[in-house]
């Protein structure tokens, strides 16, 4: 299988998860904080978001994610607890529908050559090494957080 193939396939695979862990919810459970210090499901999908606008960027060389949307779903952004701040929900779930079918398009468009120029000289990281940690790792690794804070949601009704 090719790297071009697994990260389509992993994009696909992660969308089918935010899809059954969303279904049922509205805005105000996306937003039910845990317990314990962490972030709540929109800050999670959020993070997904921005960070797949980032990865659009590693392919196309042209697109990045929203300098302000960043700054409340980037790594190390404070815990989302202010309504105002985030995203609807449903407009976060189209916004990850738009953006998946931008990553695929351009997957799809890229020379697999592209996957082993130097993104990070410095760490001597390739494209495809950027790409298997967003869209594999980092991805799956939000997209496991979903189901208890989808329970922490229904728990609400």
Not at 3 to 19: A, C, E, G, P, Y
Not at 46 to 72: K, Q, T
Request: with cysteine; net charge negative.
């Amino acid at each position: 299988m090719s790297s071009i193939k697994l990260f389509i396939d992993s994009v696909k695979r992660i969308d089918n998860v935010i899809k059954r862990q969303t279904a049922d919810l509205n805005h105000e459970d996306s937003m039910a904080q845990l317990p314990f210090p962490g972030n709540n499901m929109n800050w999670n999908l959020g993070h997904i978001l921005v960070y797949r606008m980032r990865c659009l960027g590693f392919i196309d060389g042209v697109s990045n994610a929203d300098p302000d949307e960043f700054a409340i779903y980037g790594a190390g952004s404070p815990p989302l607890t202010d309504n105002s701040q985030a995203i609807p929900l449903e407009t976060l779930l189209e916004r990850l529908d738009g953006a998946s079918a931008q990553v695929i398009a351009a997957l799809e468009a890229m020379p697999a050559e592209r996957l082993s120029e130097i993104y990070d000289q410095e760490r001597g990281q390739t494209v495809e090494d950027r790409l298997a940690f967003y869209l594999v790792f980092h991805e799956t690794y939000h997209a496991g957080q979903l189901e208890p804070l989808r329970e922490l949601g229904l728990a609400r009704h």
